[in-house]
Nanobody
Framework: QVQLVESGGELVQAGGSLKLSCAASGGTFNIQSMGWFRQAPGKEREFVAAKGRIAGTTYYRDSVKGRFTISRDNAKNTLYLQMNSLKVEDTAVYYC????????????????WGQGTQVTVSS
């Protein structure tokens, strides 16, 4: 099973940008579909974005389309989430996830989770 470690979360002002990273180890990264989820205080964990293995389908939740970009570097076993035009409502713990397909991740079917990284957007 792949192990996932997120980094890059911090406090940022609304309108700013952040880039999250997820380093994978212990598995075969380039055959996994990868994604990002988030969980705000008092709310359920929700899907954010997913990307397939090599040139697979990419999915985004509607509220982040046009602002967030998911990418992966298979040579570095690393997944990224570039977040632009951040809003206060983007504040959450962001989790990296691995699964069988980007479509499966988009409906919450996850094989492995990371520990999460805190993103706080201030007004």
């Amino acid at each position: 099973q792949v192990q996932l470690v997120e980094s890059g979360g911090e406090l940022v002002q609304a309108g700013g940008s952040l880039k999250l990273s997820c380093a994978a180890s212990g598995g075969t990264f380039n055959i996994q579909s990868m994604g990002w989820f988030r969980q705000a205080p008092g709310k359920e964990r929700e899907f954010v974005a997913a990307k397939g293995r090599i040139a697979g389908t990419t999915y985004y939740r509607d509220s982040v389309k046009g602002r967030f970009t998911i990418s992966r570097d298979n040579a570095k076993n690393t997944l990224y989430l570039q977040m632009n035009s951040l809003k206060v409502e983007d504040t959450a713990v962001y989790y990296c996830a691995a699964g069988d397909s980007s479509a499966a991740l988009a409906i919450g079917i996850v094989g492995s989770w990371g520990q999460g990284t805190q993103v706080t957007v201030s007004s």
